[in-house]
């Protein structure tokens, strides 16, 4: 196995954590960051929603997504974004360093709101909420739980045609 010596030189001048960086934006600009599924479960998957290919994390998300792009296309909100943000709790003791909500919301009057997609919580997602709470007090972050897609589900899989059940 030869590799040709320009990348050898090259990659020895890279530190590690570059290597891993350019790679991550290599793959997400490819497209190739996470493998597509095409027979997708409640996991996770690709899906278009909005014109835009996007990786969502479960079924409720892609769901969530599909009913942000009705409440867009109806006038309802400005816009929203698939995690475009990430908070880091530079101060923070534990562990947990930073957060990734899901959902990114800019409403008409130009002000953002977060909103997190949870079907359950375990000790990991309320220290994201909590950190956000004592870190970035000043964001609104709405919890979209199961009680939510309990209500809206039956109305929305007949106005939404590819709500997935």
Known sequence: FIIG????IKMKCMSRNNIIQK?????????????????TTWKSGWRIVGGKNIFFRSRWEANYARY????????????????PHLFVFDK????????????KIINNDNSVEYH???GWFD?????????????YPAQ???????DWFLE??????????EWEC
Request: charged residues 30%; without cysteine; glycine residues 2%.
């Open 152 to 161: 809206n589900a039956k109305t929305l899989k007949n106005t939404i045609k």
């Open 23 to 39: 790679t991550l934006v290599s793959r997400f600009n490819n497209d190739t960051y996470s493998p597509k599924r095409y027979k």
């Open 92 to 103: 923070s003791k534990t562990n947990l360093k930073a957060y990734l909500p899901d959902f």
């Open 123 to 135: 000790e990991r997602s309320m220290a994201k909420i909590n950190g956000m709470k004592k870190y």
């Open 116 to 118: 997190e997609v949870k």
């Open 140 to 146: 609104k972050l709405l919890i979209i739980s199961n």
């Open 5 to 8: 010596s320009k990348w050898i």
């Open 68 to 83: 942000l792009q009705l409440l867009t296309e109806t006038g309802v909100i400005k816009a929203w974004e698939h995690e």
